[in-house]
Every structure is written in C-alpha cells, then in structure tokens.
C-alpha cells in the first residue's frame, strides 16, 4: 500500500498536501483499493466553505458511493474537472492526478487533528 | 472471515489467484479478482468463468401432477420435453416470492430445480412439506458444485472440453464429461451473453475449474460483475426485486405465471392489481443509483424505492430497477433517484439496458 512520506492522513482515509495556507487533497491508495474502479465524483463547489471534516465530495465506484471528508476546513478555491470526464485518475494516480479539491486553509493548527504517513502506516496495520 | 459462512470448494483457489472474498447469502465467495470493469469487459467481449456453487440444486422424481410439483410452481412445466429448463417462481399462500427458479426436466419423471443459495433451507422445508408423501426429494445442494462460463466465446471453449455442446439451444441442457467426469451442462445464464451452468460432482469441481481456466482466453470472475451484468439485463435478484413481501405481479413475473393451473399463492397472487410495479431507468449521468434510494416524480413528490443500482459499463451512466407507482413507469418518463436534499434525474426506459448481449446467438 503506497503512503506519500510527506502528506498529512486522516482515518476516513483521506490524504491533503499542504503548501503555504493551500491544501490539496485526495484519497488514499488505501481508500481507491478499497473502492475499486471509480466512476463518478461528485466534486464540491468552488468557493464554497466547508469545516475540517465535513462531508463534501461523494466518490462512487460502479458498486457503491462513498463520502469524503474535509481533511481541513477552510474555502474550496479549486477543484480537479479532469475526474468529470476520467473519474479512474483516482484509481491511476491517487496522490498525483486524482487530487479532488485545494482548499484555503483557515485554520493552520487543524492539522494536529491529522496523522503522518508514520503513523497513519500504523494506523493501516492496526485494521488487520 | 467469518466462521459461519459456507465454503465452496473453490475457495483456496479464489484465494490464491487474489480475489477480493465477501459474504454472499451466508457464503464466502469472490466479489472480484482484478476489478469489477476490467471483469465487465472481459465477459463481455471473451469468456469468464464463474463459481456458482453456492446455489442450490434439488432432485425431484415422480409424475409432475401427481407427486405435487406443479402445484409449486408458478409456471407451466408439464409440457416441459425432456432435456429442457424454464424460468418460474415459487410463492407462499399470501402470494408473495418464496423463490425464483429453474426446473429442469431430467426425464419424464425426473426433475431439477435450481434456486437460490440463500434460501436452500427455506425452499427445501417448503417442498417437503408440500410435495406428496412418500415423493423422492434430495437437496443435492452441497453434493453438487455449478460453474458458468459465460461470453460470447464460451462455446469455442467448451465444444474442445466437452464434444456436441454445439447443439444446445438457448434453455436446454444435456448430460456431458469434461476430462471424464460426468456434467449436466445447461445453456443458461446470468449475464446477458451466449453461455453455459455446468452442474458437476462437488469433489471434481476444482478439476474441471482449473481444466477450463487453462484455455488461455477464460478468466476467473466475480460475483460483483455478475450483479452489474445482471442489472444490465434487468434480471431480478432475489432479496432486491423479489421476496415474500413482493407480489409476482409487482416483480413482473407476469409471463412466469400460468394462470390456467392450479398453484399455491394463485388466488391472491392473481387477484392483486398492484399498486407500485417494477420498472428501469437510466440516469442522465455518470451518477448512478443505490439500493435505497427513494425515487420521486418530476414534481418532487415520492413516488418509489430502488431496489438495485450500478454505474453500467456498456452504457456509461447509472442504471438502476425499483418499485414505482404505475403511473410513472412508461418508458420516457422523467424521474429523479437519491434523497430530499441531493436528487439526480433520470429516464424511465425499455428492459434490457444492455442490447448488445450474445445470449441468443
């Protein structure tokens, strides 16, 4: 199971970069394993404001449809179109081309509510 | 996994070539090997092979009329010529789905009847308790394993392994050796596409799986796939479109019903004019529905409940089947699936979704 060194984890499976006060997220390998082919995300709507753990996408596989939470709260300023037409970047690329949404941080310390890579690793060994 | 669960006798197999296994009607089977779309394709345009040996199998022998068979079943079976199967249903005295089937006429008075792997037990109660006394009943359930081979290669593949397949015709089956053991194959399915249900011994199964996934254009499939195929055909599913609280009619079991004849459940199974009724839709986009989701006319107001729902491969946007007030589900008509706060439209349409299927060929 690929975990990127350097992102920031949270236990519903959801991965976020951050750089300056710009996160970018997306779901885990973990998660996209878990979910099988992805065929549709319901992406959020730019600019809107969401809080640190508030449902805000709906990623369906051809079986089922999942929520995905905010790993930080703060304003949606971008989303990935590209999953409009390609919903499978997230089975190909989960931590590169299938980032879902960057959203403008509000809040900087919301980032201790996360995992390391290390410790989201042991978060994943404590499931089995 | 879970103790409880029944295994076939594949399951080490399924294990070691890395399927994805879950809990399936109290057995332990392969949701998917590779993934559910590169599966869909494959049967689609080659050849998979499936494990059915979950499902249940009963033999029956005696005269039709006569030792209470036909009174348990919905459908016309005495006229059924030897080596032929048919499609039909067993109900309980309210009139509601005990179980879909297949009967198999083995001889003149010898039958098969192939039902559900969840409701074995059930079924078996219900036909000992209804066949005449003294009438011979095995549930040969766990004695005999089941394989499909499904696709529109299947029989290039099987008239090597099992010489004169070429001769069945869609609904018949005949006795066969696959490496020399003795196998009832049918020509029956579940997937929409030209294919095969080979009945054989429980302890050969895993022989006859491994002779058939030798041939270089088979591969092993899931039951995920299976139920995306199925939906794609509008095939019912026990426990989604049918169950003892669905009337025949509200299924759309109409055509499996042989309202000359006497059968348990006739009366208020015949008498009911439905209220609701099954009917197929297409959403207008990749968004697909789920089990569960209301259904709601144009004008917001609640009108439904889905029963099964998948994103479709072959048509590339959700497709979905449930039980909708009769007004609304003429083909073309405008509906939405999901809930009060997040709906998605979608268009009443002809059964099958998927046109394409080899099944008949």
């Known amino acids: 199971m690929e975990i990127e060194e350097n992102f920031l984890y949270t ?3 959801e991965w976020v970069s951050v750089e300056d006060n710009i996160a970018t997220m997306g779901i885990t390998d973990y998660a996209q394993e878990a979910l099988g082919d992805v065929t549709y995300v319901e992406l959020p709507e730019e600019e809107s404001e969401i809080e640190q753990f508030e449902q805000f996408v709906s990623v369906e596989s051809v079986k089922a449809a999942s929520d995905i939470y905010a790993p930080m709260g703060g304003r949606v300023t971008e989303v990935n179109r590209k999953l409009e037409d390609n919903p499978a970047l997230i089975n190909k690329d989960c931590y590169g081309k299938g980032w879902i949404a960057k959203i403008e941080i509000n809040d900087m310390d919301e980032s201790t509510n996360l995992m390391s890579a290390e410790e989201y690793r042991n978060y994943l060994d404590s499931l089995h | 996994m879970e103790n409880s669960l029944n295994n076939t006798p594949l399951v080490d197999e399924h294990v070691a070539l890395g399927a994805k296994m879950v809990g399936f009607g109290g057995w332990n089977m392969p949701l998917q090997y590779v993934s559910i779309l590169a599966e869909w394709e494959h049967n689609r345009r080659t050849v998979s092979l499936f494990d059915c040996s979950h499902m249940g199998e009963f033999i029956i022998k005696g005269d039709a009329l006569e030792c ?21 249903a067993m109900l309980n005295e309210a009139g509601g789905v005990i179980d879909d089937l297949i009967v198999y006429r083995k001889g003149p008075q010898e039958w098969m009847i192939v039902v559900n792997a969840s409701n074995i037990e059930k079924n078996a109660r219900h036909f000992r308790a209804h066949l005449k006394p003294r009438t011979y009943f095995e549930d040969a359930s766990f004695k005999t394993a089941k394989l499909d081979l499904q696709g529109p290669q299947s029989r290039d593949v099987l008239k090597v392994l099992a010489p004169g397949i070429e001769k069945l015709s869609y609904y018949t089956f005949d006795q066969f050796q696959i490496n020399g053991i003795h196998c009832l194959i049918s020509r029956t399915g579940y997937t929409g596409e030209l294919g095969y249900e080979i009945y054989c011994p429980w302890e050969k199964c895993k022989e006859i799986w491994k002779t058939i996934l030798a041939h270089a254009t088979v591969k092993p499939t899931g039951l995920g796939v299976r139920d995306v195929l199925r939906v794609e055909m509008c095939y019912s599913l026990y426990g989604h479109e049918l169950d003892e609280t669905i009337s025949p009619m509200e299924a759309g079991l109409d055509k499996f019903i042989d309202g000359n004849k006497d059968f348990i459940g006739r009366k208020v199974a015949l008498a009911k004019t439905p209220g609701r009724i099954i009917g197929y839709f297409i959403s207008n986009s990749r968004k697909s529905p789920r089990a569960g989701n209301k259904i709601f006319d144009a004008g917001g107001q609640e009108i439904g409940v889905v029963t099964s729902g998948t994103f479709s491969p072959g048509l590339q946007v959700g497709i979905g ?3 909708m007030s009769r007004l609304s589900k003429d083909v073309g008509v405008e509906i939405f699936f999901g809930d009060e706060k997040n709906k998605a439209a979608a268009i009443v349409a002809k059964r099958p979704f998927y046109k394409n299927g080899s099944f008949k060929t």
């Not at chain 2, 459908?75 to 499609?87: E, S």
């Open chain 1, 11 to 13: 236990k519903e499976h």
């Open chain 2, 68 to 88: 209470g068979l036909d009174k348990i079943v919905t459908h016309t079976i005495v006229d059924m010529p030897v080596n032929t199967c048919r499609y039909g």
């Open chain 2, 321 to 323: 089947i449930g039980f």
